[in-house]
């Protein structure tokens, strides 16, 4: 039997939701899927002290989840007073728009299509709602708008699907590219080891209780994968799908749509340096 302790980054066993740092607490939208995997985590921050919280993906248009969300803050004290984004897919942003008009609050995201009443975010933003200090860091590659939020007092990450709270997550072709993505897990890994960060609060699956064991984990698989990819195109294997056929055999095919995204990304990094 394998336990939590023995899986890459430790994730944090027993059921996902509720308080999960001093500042951090999530609830798991009903959106199960294979992609999703138990459905989509919403984050509610928030100083100790203070009355007013931020919320980070308030997920997909669901209006029991969108008064969940609601309803945990207010039974802490708290009234949500920013919406924030971590990218646009729909499991993490459909239910942004409703949510503003339910909280009347701004949503802030890096797309300017996803953004609400407000300013948007960029690199080195300082959010800072209610004396919470969240810092933005920007982490494209699973899509170019991605973005993860560094809650330093808690040494904590929110990562959306850059990090997961198991297995792995997709470099979204076209938009993702695999080269931005490396670099971003070099970014996040960094803040591990210069800025003390411990937890990751993904966007799906339980909490990571080692950060820097899971950032490097993820880049040790696609280094993997990536050789992997290589040797299947060196053995004939020319097409997206071929390559998923021979490299991701061990994956639920379920899986193998996004997985020829990934492959896709692949090889576009394989291409740009001269390797195919």
Same mark, same amino acid.
């Given at each position: 039997?394998?336990?939590?302790?023995?899986?890459?980054?430790?994730?944090?066993?027993?059921?996902?939701?509720?308080?999960?740092?001093?500042?951090?607490?999530?609830?798991?939208?009903?959106?199960?899927?294979?992609?999703?995997?138990?459905?989509?985590?919403?984050?509610?921050?928030?100083?100790?002290?203070?009355?007013?919280?931020?919320?980070?993906?308030?997920?997909?248009?669901?209006? !029991? &989840?969108? !008064?969940?969300?609601?309803?945990?803050?207010?039974?802490?004290?708290?009234?949500?007073?920013?919406?924030?984004?971590?990218?646009?897919?729909?499991?993490?942003?459909?239910?942004?728009?409703?949510?503003?008009?339910?909280?009347?609050?701004?949503?802030?995201?890096?797309?300017?299509?996803?953004?609400?009443?407000?300013?948007?975010?960029?690199?080195?933003?300082?959010?800072?709602?209610?004396?919470?200090?969240?810092?933005?860091?920007?982490?494209?590659? &699973?899509?170019?708008?991605?973005?993860?939020?560094?809650?330093? !007092?808690?040494?904590?990450?929110?990562?959306?699907?850059?990090?997961?709270?198991?297995?792995?997550?997709?470099?979204?072709?076209?938009?993702?590219?695999?080269?931005?993505?490396?670099?971003?897990?070099?970014?996040?890994?960094?803040?591990?080891?210069?800025?003390?960060?411990?937890?990751?609060?993904?966007? &799906?699956?339980?909490?990571?209780?080692?950060?820097?064991?899971?950032?490097?984990?993820?880049?040790?698989?696609?280094?993997?994968?990536?050789? @992997?990819?290589?040797?299947?195109?060196?053995?004939? &294997?020319?097409?997206?799908?071929?390559?998923?056929?021979?490299?991701?055999?061990?994956?639920?095919?379920?899986?193998?749509?996004?997985?020829?995204?990934?492959?896709?990304? @692949?090889?576009?990094?394989?291409?740009?340096?001269?390797?195919?």
């Amino acid at each position: 039997m394998t336990h939590a302790t023995d899986l890459p980054g430790r994730p944090r066993p027993g059921a996902i939701g509720g308080p999960a740092t001093a500042r951090a607490t999530c609830v798991l939208a009903a959106n199960p899927s294979a992609m999703t995997l138990e459905g989509t985590n919403t984050w509610i921050l928030a100083e100790p002290d203070s009355d007013l919280a931020v919320v980070v993906d308030p997920g997909p248009l669901d209006e !029991a &989840h969108l !008064a969940n969300v609601i309803a945990t803050a207010e039974a802490a004290g708290k009234r949500v007073a920013l919406t924030l984004l971590t990218h646009g897919h729909p499991d993490h942003s459909d239910g942004a728009a409703r949510f503003a008009e339910l909280t009347g609050t701004h949503v802030r995201a890096l797309d300017p299509a996803l953004r609400l009443g407000g300013e948007g975010l960029g690199v080195g933003d300082v959010i800072t709602t209610g004396g919470l200090e969240l810092h933005v860091i920007s982490t494209p590659g &699973h899509t170019a708008d991605s973005l993860c939020f560094h809650l330093p !007092a808690d040494r904590a990450l929110l990562t959306g699907d850059t990090v997961l709270g198991h297995g792995t997550t997709v470099v979204a072709h076209p938009d993702g590219r695999l080269g931005d993505y490396l670099d971003s897990l070099r970014r996040l890994r960094a803040l591990t080891v210069d800025e003390g960060v411990e937890a990751v609060l993904p966007g &799906h699956g339980p909490v990571l209780d080692d950060a820097r064991g899971a950032i490097e984990y993820y880049l040790a698989h696609r280094a993997k994968r990536l050789a @992997q990819v290589e040797t299947a195109v060196e053995n004939g &294997h020319r097409t997206p799908s071929e390559v998923v056929a021979a490299v991701y055999a061990d994956v639920d095919r379920r899986l193998w749509p996004a997985a020829e995204l990934s492959v896709r990304a @692949q090889l576009d990094y394989l291409d740009e340096h001269g390797l195919i």
